[in-house]
C-alpha cells in the first residue's frame, strides 16, 4: 500500500517485495497477525512502521487508539516476531500530520504531538533489533509535507508516495 508498488517498481530484478494483507492497522492488530503473516515467509528484510493508526484519537474520549503504555508493549511484540525471522530489519518512523486537513475530513483526530511521542518512544524499542531507522517523518517535512500529504491530512499525493518510495528501496538496497 503507498509507496510499496514503487517500491517493488524500483526493485524489480533485484528483489521481490511483498507487503502483508491489507493494511497491517494499529499495534494491536499486527501484534496478533505478524506471527501469521511470517509463517510462510523467509524474508531477507523487513521495512516496518506503526503509528499512524495507533494515534487515533476518538473526539468523544479524547484517548488515542491505542495509548502510548499499550503501543510500547505491542511493538516490543512486533519486534521479537520480526527478529526471530532471522531477516535484517528497517523502523520507519511514522510521516507527520496535517492536522487541519484531517480534521476537515475524518471523524477522529490525529496530532502531530502524539506522532511525535510514539516516535520517540518506537526509536527507543527498536534500536537495538533493527539495522537502520528510516526516518521518513523528516523526509517529509524536508520535501515539505504540505504539499507531499494528500487531501485527508495523512495519505500522500503521487508525487509524495514516489519520494518516500525512492527512500525506502535505497535504504532496502542497502541491506540486501
Same mark, same amino acid.
Given at each position: 500500500?503507498?509507496?510499496?508498488?514503487?517500491? =517493488?517498481? !524500483?526493485?524489480?530484478?533485484?528483489?521481490? &517485495?511483498v507487503?502483508?494483507?491489507?493494511?497491517?492497522?494499529?499495534?494491536?492488530?499486527?501484534?496478533?497477525?505478524?506471527?501469521?503473516? +511470517?509463517?510462510?515467509?523467509?524474508?531477507?528484510?523487513?521495512? *516496518? $512502521?506503526?503509528? +499512524?493508526? %495507533?494515534?487515533?484519537? /476518538?473526539?468523544?474520549?479524547?484517548?488515542?487508539?491505542?495509548? +502510548?503504555?499499550?503501543?510500547?508493549? $505491542?511493538?516490543?511484540?512486533?519486534?521479537?516476531?520480526l527478529?526471530? /525471522?532471522?531477516?535484517?530489519?528497517?523502523?520507519?518512523?511514522?510521516?507527520?500530520? &496535517?492536522? /487541519?486537513?484531517?480534521?476537515?475530513?475524518?471523524? *477522529?483526530?490525529?496530532?502531530?504531538? %502524539? &506522532?511525535? @511521542?510514539?516516535? #520517540? #518512544? #518506537? !526509536?527507543?524499542i527498536?534500536?537495538? =533489533?533493527?539495522? #537502520?531507522?528510516?526516518?521518513?517523518?523528516?523526509v @517529509?517535512? =524536508?520535501?515539505? /509535507?504540505?504539499?507531499?500529504?494528500?487531501?485527508?491530512?495523512?495519505? *500522500?499525493?503521487?508525487?509524495?508516495?514516489?519520494? +518516500?518510495?525512492?527512500? &525506502? =528501496?535505497?535504504?532496502l538496497?542497502?541491506?540486501?
Amino acid at each position: 500500500m503507498g509507496y510499496a508498488p514503487r517500491v =517493488a517498481e !524500483v526493485l524489480a530484478g533485484t528483489a521481490e &517485495v511483498v507487503h502483508n494483507p491489507g493494511n497491517a492497522g494499529d499495534t494491536d492488530h499486527t501484534a496478533a497477525e505478524v506471527g501469521g503473516w +511470517l509463517a510462510d515467509a523467509r524474508p531477507d528484510v523487513v521495512h *516496518f $512502521n506503526c503509528g +499512524l493508526h %495507533d494515534i487515533k484519537v /476518538s473526539r468523544e474520549t479524547h484517548v488515542n487508539q491505542v495509548p +502510548l503504555p499499550r503501543y510500547r508493549t $505491542n511493538l516490543e511484540a512486533i519486534v521479537a516476531a520480526l527478529a526471530a /525471522s532471522k531477516a535484517a530489519l528497517i523502523w520507519a518512523t511514522t510521516t507527520p500530520v &496535517v492536522e /487541519s486537513r484531517h480534521t476537515a475530513m475524518k471523524e *477522529f483526530d490525529r496530532y502531530n504531538r %502524539d &506522532v511525535d @511521542a510514539y516516535n #520517540a #518512544a #518506537a !526509536v527507543g524499542i527498536v534500536a537495538p =533489533a533493527v539495522q #537502520a531507522v528510516n526516518d521518513l517523518h523528516a523526509v @517529509a517535512v =524536508a520535501r515539505g /509535507s504540505e504539499t507531499l500529504i494528500d487531501a485527508d491530512g495523512v495519505h *500522500f499525493t503521487d508525487a509524495g508516495y514516489r519520494i +518516500l518510495a525512492d527512500v &525506502v =528501496a535505497e535504504r532496502l538496497m542497502g541491506l540486501l
